[in-house]
């Protein structure tokens, strides 16, 4: 049953949340539904090569954009502790990972999600070339319960449109373990044009990991009322979505993305994960909406930057103003130009 040797390639984009995951439970279990816009532009690649090997354990080599990268093996070497359970070939073979991602490195935009759901897409690959035999259905659902694994938010990146994760009682086939397409039929047309443009506010890492962002969630004096909260604001959002109300759907969003950091705030330690230029470019959008009418609303991940949410019928004014306006708040004049995917 042991191939030779071969190898496989998968490209996927990164996502960014609408409402957030933020807290967990053992197995990468989120306390919380989330729902993210899987996005164009910012996407990782990656070529898994495979030989057969004698010896047991895991053998793992990294490459980022054609440079071999010692330090991140050990990641890969978690990530392949978790699955190994699912995916009973990793101690059968030798992996060279050759990755690399559409943004840059130090941009400050996350690789994970993209980054994992595309290793996972390669692993499901070579299990489908060992005889696996899955549906194409299945073979998706797989990877995003691997990239799961790795990271909590990559499972939303292995589909394209509006991914939901975590399970409850108001979506159907929504799973904790997997994330879930949500149907595009469900979806207004206005929110399959947005753009999202990314103000490279402060580029490098981020001052929080996600895994420690997460675990400040457990005795968190508001954890409780926050999960039972975002899972409400997604049962608002989902009317919402099906009626086309942008400014419903911005407010909704605007809140999630300032709820993520006023919880960081309140934790113990606390962080604030703004910078001034951050609030300083939140501050002009919000002035130029009062005053214009567009309609330009924002969300933020766990770090500086902002992305800039607005439907293609706006997306004149508001890149000229982007250009005017926004461009002196980001780090080195750089911003990411992105879309939706659908
Ligand atoms: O997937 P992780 O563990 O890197 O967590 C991501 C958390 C947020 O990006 C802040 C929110 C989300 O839902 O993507």
Excluded at 29 to 53: A, R
Excluded at 122 to 150: H, M, P, W, Y
Aim: with cysteine; aromatic share 10%.
């Amino acid at each position: 049953y042991l191939l030779k040797e071969g190898e496989v390639s998968a490209k996927s984009p990164s996502n960014i949340a609408l409402i957030k995951y933020w807290g967990k439970k053992e197995n990468q279990i989120p306390t919380n539904s989330s729902i993210s816009y899987t996005l164009t532009n910012s996407y990782t690649e990656t070529t898994l090569k495979f030989t057969p090997k004698q010896e047991d354990g895991f053998d793992v080599k990294v490459h980022l954009e054609g440079e071999f990268k010692e330090s991140f093996a050990p990641k890969i070497i978690t990530f392949f502790e978790r699955i190994t359970a699912y995916i009973p070939f990793l101690e059968q073979y030798s992996f060279e990972v050759h990755t690399s991602n559409s943004f840059p490195h130090s941009s400050g935009i996350a690789s994970s999600a993209s980054g994992m759901s595309a290793l996972a897409l390669c692993l499901v690959q070579i299990e489908q070339l060992l005889g696996a035999n899955l549906t194409e259905d299945e073979a998706l659902k797989k990877a995003s319960f691997l990239a799961r694994l790795g990271s909590g938010s990559a499972c939303r990146s292995v589909y394209k449109g509006l991914v939901e994760w975590g399970g409850n009682n108001f979506m159907k086939g929504s799973s904790d373990l997997y994330g879930t397409k949500y149907p595009d039929t469900e979806i207004h047309d206005v929110f399959k044009t947005f753009h999202d443009t990314i103000l490279l506010i402060h580029e490098g890492e981020k001052s929080v990991s996600s895994t420690v962002g997460h675990n400040l969630m457990n005795g968190h004096p508001y954890a409780e009322r926050r999960f039972d909260e975002a899972n409400e604001n997604l049962q608002k959002l989902l009317p919402i979505l099906k009626s086309g109300d942008v400014k419903a759907f911005g407010e909704l969003v605007e809140h999630e993305a300032l709820t993520l950091h006023a919880m960081m705030m309140m934790s113990s330690p606390a962080f604030i994960l703004m910078k001034p230029n951050t609030v300083a470019a939140l501050d002009k959008l919000w002035e130029f909406r009062r005053e214009t009418g567009n309609q330009l609303y924002f969300t933020l991940d766990a770090g500086a930057n902002v992305h800039l949410l607005y439907p293609a019928e706006d997306a004149e004014a508001i890149e000229i103003f982007i250009e005017n306006e926004l461009k002196q708040f980001c780090q080195s004049g750089k911003y990411i130009k992105d879309k939706v995917n659908f």
